[in-house]
């Protein structure tokens, strides 16, 4: 597969993978569906925005500049060929891979971490202590008063994070690395296009 198709399906990939996270973090912001909680009653994790910032802009730019990398356009053509297009791939591709990065630790955290709660008449993190332990533990969920169904709200849209992120990862190491190809050799269906 040539650097330009490769870029394309990587690009192609990745914004609908940041537009996910971005929803995601959206949906933490209102716990079951309630703007009740919303001020005083979030995780740490939910603030931080790493869905909506790191998963989400800071791979929505690498997406979309993999797109435009994978396409011929004005800049295309003539001896650079796709080059330019494809060095800005890469740096953005960098920063894409920074920001995956960030979603992936924070949501890891706040899977870990567990969701701010009411439990015995105090807000709290609850399940802090247990390192992780009342994932596999469905009826210790039950314990958070408020707000309803929090637990499985947070580990479902955290899961959904951790996910998008890890494939955001490698996404973009495969176009960090595709576009440093695409900058030293240049597009292969250049070459096709001129034989023909």
């Keep these: 597969m040539c650097t330009g198709k490769c870029a394309r399906f990587v690009g192609l990939s990745l914004i609908p993978l940041s537009l996910i996270c971005i929803v995601a973090n959206a949906l933490l912001l209102v716990p079951n569906g309630q ?3 919303t001020k005083d009653h979030l995780s740490l994790q939910v603030w931080l925005m790493a869905g909506f ?3 989400g802009l800071m791979v929505l730019c690498p997406g979309i500049s993999a797109v435009r990398a994978g396409g011929k356009g004005c800049c ?3 001896c650079c060929g796709n080059r330019c297009r494809m060095l800005r791939s890469v740096f953005c591709s960098a920063i894409g891979l920074l920001g995956a990065i960030y ?4 949501s ?3 899977l870990r971490i567990g969701p701010q709660c009411l439990m015995n008449g105090s807000w709290d993190y609850h399940f802090q202590d247990t390192a992780g332990s009342y994932l596999l533990n469905r009826t ?3 314990l958070c008063v408020e707000p309803p169904d ?3 709200w947070n580990v479902t849209l955290f899961s959904l994070l951790v996910a998008a992120s890890c494939l955001e990862i490698l996404l973009c190491g495969v176009q960090l690395v595709n576009a440093s190809i695409g900058v030293l050799c ?3 269906r250049k070459k096709q296009g001129s034989s023909q």
């Design 108 to 110: 890891g955290t706040g």
């Design 103 to 106: 979603c992936l630790s924070v």
């Design 76 to 78: 295309g053509a003539g």
């Design 35 to 37: 703007t009740t909680w």
């Design 150 to 152: 929090v637990v499985l």
């Design 186 to 188: 240049g597009d292969c």
């Design 53 to 55: 910032v790191g998963g």
């Design 140 to 142: 210790q969920w039950n």
